[in-house]
C-alpha cells in the first residue's frame, strides 16, 4: 500500500524523500500500471504481482523538469518532458522525436516522460537505445553527470533532471543516429528496439555506437561494443554479411514474443537496415 | 487527504487516500463514463480524460496526482440533453455499437479537431492510437470526423450512407440506434452502473494448478476477517450440475461442473468464493484460505487427450436423461463418485472414460467413389489457435433481492437461459427471478455463456445482501469462454476440369475442462464451410476432447472461421495443384440460388438435421465485385525486392440463427396516444437490434420511427427469446416484432372497421398512423381513444412468436492484398475488401460497421492474437497488449466493406444475418494471399513473422 505521497519543490527536498525509502514518480505510467485503486486482483496464488507494500512516492511534478533548451552543441531536455512533447518539438533531432513516437498510444505519451523512460529501465524501453547510441547524458540532482550507459549501470542511478543530448543542428555534429523498433502489431510488445550513431569518413565507418534492446544485451539496453569494434575503420559490409555479425552479437533470449532465434534474426534485420540507412544518409 | 482539483469547469475537493486510482476517485465524483476496461494498464483507453487539456488514461493516475489540475471528461461535452458536434458526427457516422469507450473516443477526436481543424487519416489513426475497440473496426471514425469538418463548411450535411429499398420508409435506411446518445455522453447503462452503496463484492479463490483435487480447504481465518460475509467452497454449494453454455434447454452441451468443485480442471477453476462489505476485505480475505491440493497431471492438448494412459479430466458418472447406451452401467464402473458427475440430455457422442466431450460424424454420397473420380487430391491439416473475445467491458454482474425475489442485473447475450439455470441451481420457480439485461459494452459469444452470474445469484440468495462481481482482465483470459483451438484435417479431391468431386473434414477440438458448446461448435466449423461448395461426395467426423486449458465455449463465428480457414486454405491448395485460377476455382464450384445442399440433413447440431436448398445467395455478385476492387488479374510487385505482393480470395457463410430449434417472441402494444411499445425479448448487445425491431415495427404501423419505445431483455416485462448468438437476432427476434406487428395491424384494422362502420377490406393503413376507409379515417390516437374507453374493447396488444424451419444463409467474399516481408516475416495487409450479403441491412451502418469490426477482429485473430499457455497450463499472456488484439493502427492500408444487395424470401423484410459471418474470411484470404506472394502455405494461427519466416526456410 502507499503509505505517503510527497511533493517536492526542489530537487534537494526529493532527495531527502528517496534517503528515507520513497520512489520517485513522474507520468505515472510505469508505477501506477496495474494498481487498482479498487483492487481488482483475481486472488490467484502466483499470479499477477500486487503492489508493493508500504511505498512512498516522491512526485515529480513540482520541480517543473519541462523544456528543451540549446547549450553549445547540446540540447538539454527537462527530465518532466513527455514523450509527446518531444515528439511534437521541431527543435529535437528527428531520431529522438521518432523513438518517442515509438509509445504507440497517445494517452501513455501524454503522460510517460523521458526521464521516467530512462529510469524505468525496461528492457524494450523506446528512449534507451537511441540515447545510447547518440551518447547522451544524464544530469543527476546532487551534480553528478554520467552518460546513459553509466547510469545503468548503478542499480539505483538517482534523480535523472536533465538529459542532453548532440544538437544535430550544430555546425560540429558530423555523424548521424536513427532508431527503429519492430513489433507484431502497433501496440504489441517491441521484438526490437535499437538506435545507431555513425561517422564516416568517406565509405569508411570512423565512429560507430550500436545499442539494443528487446534482450539483445541482456536485460537491460546496451551497447553493443564488440560489434562496434568489428565494424569501425572499414567500409560498411553488405547486408547478409551485417545481419551474419549482428546475429552472433546479439543475445536475445526465448520468451512469449519469439524464439531466441527469431528474435535473433529480427534484431539482425533491422539492425542491418539502419546501419545502411545511416551510411546511405551520410553518403 | 483533500484533494482540489477542476472538474469539467468546477472546482471541487474530494477526500481520498494517496494510492486511489484516479479513474476511481472520477467514478466516485460522479462521473460514470471513465470506466475501467483493462485493469489500469493503459491500453484500452476506456479511462480516457483531458487532463490539462491533454488526453491521459486516468487509471495511470493516483488520485493526489489530479490536485490543482483541470480535469474534463465526456461530460463536459454536453450541455444538458444536447450533445458535442463530435458526438453527434459519431452517432450519425454509425461508430457506436456496444459504446463502452465511446465517450473516450470522443474525447480523443474533441481533442484532435481543437488541434487540427481539418484532419488527416493519419491525424485520426494517432488521435485513437490509444483505444481498443473491437466492435466496429475503427473506419466509421474516421467517417465521424470527415462529416464533422464538412458539416461545419455547410450545416447540415448528412453522412453518406448506403440506403435500400426505395419503397420502404425506415427499413433499410441510417437512423442512429436509441440508446447511442446515453452511450456517448456517458450515461449510466452497463450493470456497474447499477450497484447500489450497501453492495457486497464477490471475489474468486483461483487454481493454480491445472489439474487438481483438493485434498483440504480451511475458510475458517477468513470467514472470522471482519467484513467478511460469507465464504464458499465445494462444501456449501448446491449438488446441482449444469452447463455453463447458454443455449436452448434441452441442450446439446453436457451438465458437468457444479458452482464450485472438488476437483479443479484448469488454472484459474473456483477454489472458493468470499462475499464481503468492501473489495479490499474480499480480496485480502482470499489469502487466508488455506487449501491442500493433490496435484494431478495436466493434460494439455487433443494428442494427450487421447493417449492410451491419459489422466481423465471428468472421471466421476455418466448420467443420461435420454437415450442412454446398453453399455451405461458397465462404462461406469470405473467411474470415481469424487469427480461428481457428467449428464446428459442425450447422445452427443461423448465418452468421458476417453476423455471425449462429444463426437459425431457423417455424410453425403460415396467417398470412395469421390476420390475415385478425382485427378488431383490435396490432403493436410490446419490448426487455429485458442483466442479470447476481449469485450471492454468485462463480465460483471450485480445481484439484489426484491422481496423473495432474486434480481439478476446482468451484462448477457442470453437473458432467459440465465433465468432458467440460475432457478435451476438454486431451485426455486423461474418466476421468482428477474433478470434485467443491461446494455453490454462487447460480448462476441463470451456473454453466451453464464460465467459469473450464478454464482453471484447464489451469493445473494444465501446472503440476501446485493453482491457485485466484476472479472479482471486476467480472468477474462482465464476463467471465460475462448474459442477452442482445433485441429482439422481436409482432403479435397478434383477432376482436371475443377470440378470437385469428393470433401472429407476431420476436426479435433480441445475443449477445456467443461463441455460448454462441445459438440455445437466443432459441428458448427462443418456445417458452416462444406455446404459452400456444390459437391455430392462430403464426409465429416468430429471429436472434441476434454482438456486442462483454460474453458472454451462461444465466440462469434462459433466453429465457422476454424472450418473456414481449413476448407478455404484447403480449396486455395487444391487449385494451385490443378494449376487453375482460385477465383474461378471457387466460382466454379461455389453454391448457388437453389442448390440442393444434402449435408445439411447431417448437421442437425444436437437433433436430426434437415436437407435445405440455397435461397437468396448474393456470392455471384461477391465474387464479382470483389475481383473488381481488388483488380484480380494485375500483378503487384514492390519496389523492395525482399517484399512480395499476392492476392487471395475466399468464401464465406453463416446461418440465421437456428431454424427448428430456436424461437423469438415480442409482444406490442398501443398506448393511450396512439404510440406503441415493443416488448420484445430479443436481447441488443450493442449490434442495433432494439433499433432494427424498432424499423420493422414502425415500418409495418406507418409510423415515424420516434413513435415506437422498445424494451428488451428484461424477462419480467419481455417474453422469452433465445438470446443474442447463432445469428439470430434480426432474423428471429426482428421476426417476431414483424409478426407481432402484422397481428397488431389485423387489430388495428378489426377495431377501425368497427368504428369507421366499413368491411375491412375497404381498409388501409397509411401514413402517418391512419386507417383509411372509402369513406372515412380514423387516426391511431383516436382508436387507442376509443379502445382504451369505457365502452372499448380493450387495448390493442398483439402478440407475435418467430420459429422457422428455413434456413436464410447469409454469403459473402473476402479479397485481400499483402505484402511478405521475406527477411522480418511481417504481413502487411496492404487491401482489405470484404463484400458481404445480408439480405435487406435494415441498419446499414451498423451492419457495415459489424463487418469492419469482424474483418479487423479476425486479422487479429490471423496475425497477432494468442493465448499462450506454458506446460503447466498457466496463461502468460493476461493483458491485452501481451495477448495481441489489433488498434487503429493494424487497419488495412485500404480497407472497404460493401454490402451485396440480395433480398432473402423469409427474413423480415428479406434481412438475413451479418455479424459473425464476418469473421470468417481473414485467415483463409490471408494465407492464400500469403502463398500466392511467396509460394509458402501458412496453416497454423497465428501467422506470425516468426512462423513465416520458419515456413519460409529462413528460421
Known amino acids: ?72 552543441d547540446s540540447l538539454i531536455i527537462g527530465a518532466c518532458s513527455s514523450l509527446q512533447e518531444l515528439a511534437d518539438n521541431p527543435g ?40 545510447m547510441a547518440a551518447g547522451g547524458r544524464l544530469y543527476l540532482a546532487g551534480g553528478t553527470i554520467m552518460t546513459v550507459e553509466d547510469y545503468l549501470k548503478v542499480p539505483d542511478g538517482g534523480l535523472i533532471l536533465e538529459v542532453e543530448i548532440p544538437d544535430d543542428a550544430a555546425p560540429g555534429y558530423k555523424g548521424v543516429c536513427r532508431t527503429v523498433k519492430e513489433s507484431r502489431s502497433r501496440l504489441a510488445f517491441p521484438v526490437v528496439t535499437a538506435g545507431v550513431y555513425m561517422e564516416c569518413d568517406g565509405l569508411t565507418v570512423k565512429k560507430l555506437r550500436i545499442a539494443a534492446g528487446c534482450g539483445c544485451t541482456g536485460d537491460l539496453p546496451g551497447r553493443l561494443g564488440s560489434l562496434e569494434e568489428k565494424l569501425t575503420g572499414r567500409p560498411l559490409a553488405g547486408r547478409e554479411e551485417l545481419i551474419e555479425v549482428i546475429e552472433a552479437a546479439v543475445l536475445p533470449s526465448s520468451d512469449i514474443h519469439g524464439s531466441a532465434a527469431y528474435r535473433s534474426r529480427v534484431n539482425g534485420v533491422k539492425i542491418a537496415d539502419l546501419l545502411i540507412e545511416c551510411r546511405e544518409a551520410l553518403l | 487527504m483533500k484533494v482540489k482539483f477542476t472538474l469539467n469547469g468546477k472546482e471541487i475537493s474530494i477526500e481520498a487516500s494517496a494510492a486511489e486510482n484516479g479513474r476511481h476517485l472520477l467514478q466516485r465524483a460522479g462521473i460514470p463514463s471513465v470506466r475501467n476496461s483493462d485493469d489500469s494498464y493503459g491500453f484500452a483507453g476506456s479511462d480516457t480524460i483531458l487532463l490539462d487539456g491533454k488526453t491521459v488514461g486516468a487509471g495511470l493516475l493516483l488520485a493526489p496526482m489530479l490536485e490543482g489540475r483541470d480535469v474534463k471528461t465526456v461530460e463536459s461535452l454536453s450541455r444538458g440533453r444536447q450533445i458535442s458536434e463530435i458526438q453527434q458526427a459519431m452517432m450519425d457516422a454509425g461508430c457506436i455499437q456496444s459504446g463502452y469507450n465511446s465517450p473516450a473516443a470522443a474525447l480523443m477526436l474533441y481533442d484532435l479537431l481543437e488541434r487540427v481543424s481539418e484532419p488527416l487519416k493519419e491525424d485520426v489513426v494517432d488521435a485513437l492510437s490509444g483505444l481498443f475497440n473491437r466492435a466496429t473496426g475503427y473506419m466509421q471514425f474516421f467517417d465521424a470526423v470527415d462529416l464533422l469538418v464538412k458539416r461545419r463548411k455547410a450545416p447540415g450535411y448528412k453522412a453518406p450512407i448506403p440506403e435500400y429499398r426505395d419503397k420502404l420508409k425506415v ?135 487421447a493417449a492410451e494412459d491419459a489422466p481423465l479430466i471428468q472421471g466421476g458418472l455418466q448420467v443420461f436423461e435420454a437415450g442412454a447406451p446398453d453399455d451405461l452401467e458397465e462404462m461406469n464402473r470405473a467411474s470415481d463418485p469424487s469427480e461428481g458427475k457428467v449428464i446428459y440430455q442425450f447422445p452427443i457422442g461423448g465418452n468421458p472414460r476417453k476423455n471425449i466431450a462429444a463426437s459425431i460424424d457423417g455424410g453425403v454420397g460415396n467417398m470412395e467413389k469421390g476420390f475415385a473420380e478425382a485427378d488431383v487430391i490435396v490432403e493436410q491439416e490446419y490448426e487455429t489457435s485458442q483466442i479470447q473475445c476481449t469485450p471492454l467491458e468485462r463480465h460483471t454482474v450485480y445481484t439484489r433481492l426484491e422481496g423473495e425475489r432474486l434480481i439478476i442485473h446482468a451484462s448477457t447475450q442470453v437473458p432467459y437461459h440465465l433465468r432458467r439455470i440460475t432457478a435451476t441451481i438454486l431451485g426455486i420457480p423461474e418466476s421468482q427471478v428477474r433478470v434485467i439485461k443491461e446494455r453490454v459494452g462487447g460480448g462476441y459469444g463470451s456473454k453466451q455463456d453464464i460465467l459469473l452470474e450464478e454464482l453471484c445469484a447464489y451469493a445473494t440468495w444465501i446472503t440476501g445482501r446485493p453482491v457485485f462481481q466484476q472479472y479482471s482482465r486476467e480472468e477474462e483470459f482465464i476463467a471465460c469462454s475462448t474459442r477452442k483451438p482445433m485441429k482439422i484435417r481436409v482432403k479435397a479431391g478434383a477432376r482436371k476440369d475443377g470440378k470437385l468431386t469428393a470433401v472429407s473434414m476431420s476436426v479435433r477440438a480441445s475443449q477445456g475442462p467443461y463441455g460448454a458448446h462441445a459438440l455445437t461448435v466443432p459441428m458448427n466449423g462443418v456445417s458452416k464451410s462444406l455446404p459452400l ?158 433499433t432494427v425491431c424498432t424499423k420493422i415495427v414502425a415500418e409495418k404501423l406507418n409510423i415515424d420511427p420516434g413513435l415506437v419505445h422498445v424494451i428488451s431483455g428484461d424477462t419480467d416485462i419481455a417474453p422469452f427469446d433465445k438470446g443474442a448468438y447463432a445469428s439470430s437476432g434480426t432474423f428471429f427476434s ?183 459471418i464476418s469473421v470468417n474470411g481473414a485467415a483463409p484470404v490471408i494465407a492464400n494471399a500469403v502463398y500466392d506472394a511467396v509460394g509458402v502455405r501458412m496453416r497454423s494461427w497465428p501467422f506470425s513473422p516468426e512462423r513465416v519466416l520458419t515456413a519460409l526456410g529462413k528460421l
Open chain 2, 171 to 305: 427499413v433499410g435506411k441510417a437512423a442512429p440506434k436509441a440508446d447511442v446518445r446515453r452511450m456517448v455522453a456517458g450515461e449510466r447503462v452497463y450493470v456497474e452502473d447499477r450497484v447500489d452503496p450497501e453492495a457486497c463484492f464477490l471475489k474468486i479463490l483461483r487454481s493454480p494448478h491445472a489439474h487438481a483435487k483438493i485434498f483440504s480447504i480451511d475458510t475458517s481465518e477468513a470467514l472470522a476477517m471482519e467484513g467478511v460475509v460469507e465464504v464458499f467452497t465445494h462444501k456449501n454449494v448446491p449438488d446441482v450440475y449444469y452447463s455453463q453454455a447458454g443455449q436452448g434447454y434441452p441442450e446439446p452441451s453436457p451438465y458437468d461442473r457444479k458452482l464450485i468443485g472438488a476437483k479443479v480442471r484448469h488454472v484459474g477453476d473456483r477454489v472458493a468464493a468470499v462475499v464481503a462489505e468492501t473489495e479490499e476485505a474480499a480480496v485480502k480475505a482470499l489469502k487466508l484460505i488455506q487449501v491442500e491440493y493433490e496435484v494431478l497431471p495436466p493434460v494439455m492438448t487433443v494428442e494427450a487427450a
Open chain 1, 1 to 72: 500500500m502507499l503509505s505517503n505521497f510527497y511533493r517536492p519543490k526542489t530537487a534537494e527536498e526529493a532527495l531527502k524523500y528517496m534517503e528515507i525509502g520513497g520512489t520517485f514518480l513522474a507520468g505515472g505510467t510505469e508505477i501506477n500500471r496495474g494498481v487498482s485503486g479498487d483492487g481488482s486482483f483475481p486472488g490467484i496464488p502466483g499470479g499477477r504481482a500486487e503492489p508493493e507494500a508500504d511505498r512512498d512516492l516522491i512526485y515529480l511534478e513540482g520541480l517543473g523538469l519541462k523544456g528543451v533548451r540549446r547549450e553549445g
Open chain 1, 92 to 131: 529535437l533531432p528527428g531520431w529522438l522525436r521518432k523513438a518517442s513516437g515509438f509509445i504507440p498510444s497517445r494517452n501513455i505519451r501524454n503522460m510517460a516522460t523521458i526521464g521516467g523512460n530512462i529510469a524505468a529501465r525496461r528492457s524494450n524501453s523506446v528512449t534507451l537505445p537511441g540515447l
Open chain 2, 734 to 916: 426482428g421476426g417476431a416484432a414483424l409478426r407481432a406487428s402484422e397481428r397488431m395491424v389485423e387489430r388495428i384494422l378489426e377495431e377501425a372497421a368497427k368504428i369507421l362502420e366499413e368491411p375491412l377490406s375497404d381498409l388501409s393503413i397509411e401514413s402517418p398512423g391512419i386507417v383509411k376507409g372509402k369513406r372515412g379515417e380514423i387516426s391511431y390516437r383516436k382508436l387507442a381513444w376509443h379502445t382504451q374507453g369505457g365502452e372499448g374493447s380493450g387495448q390493442i396488444i398483439a402478440p407475435g412468436a418467430f420459429t422457422t424451419n428455413e434456413s436464410s444463409i447469409p454469403y459473402g467474399a473476402h479479397f485481400c492484398q499483402v505484402s511478405v516481408n521475406t527477411r522480418t516475416g511481417r504481413i502487411n495487409v496492404d487491401k482489405y475488401f470484404a463484400l458481404q450479403d445480408c439480405g435487406t441491412p435494415i441498419n446499414p451502418e451498423y451492419a457495415l460497421g459489424q463487418i469492419y469490426g469482424g474483418v479487423l477482429k479476425s486479422i487479429g485473430h490471423t496475425l497477432y492474437e494468442e493465448m499462450i499457455l506454458d506446460e503447466k497450463g498457466r496463461c502468460l499472456t493476461t493483458d491485452l497488449r501481451s495477448y495481441g488484439v489489433p488498434t487503429i493502427g493494424d487497419l488495412p492500408d485500404e480497407f472497404y466493406c460493401e454490402l451485396v444487395d440480395v433480398e432473402d424470401e423469409f427474413g423480415p423484410y428479406g434481412a438475413k444475418s451479418v455479424s459473425e
Open chain 2, 533 to 690: 461448395f456444390d459437391c455430392e461426395n462430403f464426409h465429416f467426423d468430429v471429436t472434441t476432447y476434454y482438456t486442462n486449458i483454460p474453458p472454451t465455449g462461444a465466440y462469434q463465428g462459433y466453429g465457422a472461421p476454424k472450418g473456414s480457414f481449413a476448407i478455404q486454405s484447403a480449396m486455395g491448395e487444391l487449385a494451385v495443384q490443378l494449376g487453375m485460377d482460385p477465383w474461378e476455382f471457387i466460382h466454379k464450384n461455389m453454391v448457388r440460388k437453389g442448390t440442393v445442399l444434402e449435408i445439411m440433413k447431417c448437421l442437425g447440431e444436437g437433433r436430426e438435421g434437415a436437407v435445405a436448398v440455397v435461397g437468396s445467395c448474393g456470392l455471384e455478385g461477391a465474387m464479382d465485385r470483389g475481383r473488381e476492387l481488388i483488380e484480380w488479374d494485375r500483378k503487384e510487385r514492390s519496389e523492395d525486392p525482399d517484399v512480395k505482393i499476392g492476392k487471395g480470395v475466399c468464401i464465406i457463410q453463416q446461418g440465421s440463427g437456428l431454424p427448428g430449434l430456436d424461437q423469438g417472441n415480442a409482444v406490442l402494444k398501443m398506448l393511450g396516444d396512439g404510440t406503441f411499445v415493443l416488448h420484445s425479448g430479443g436481447a441488443d448487445l450493442g449490434t442495433g437490434l432494439d
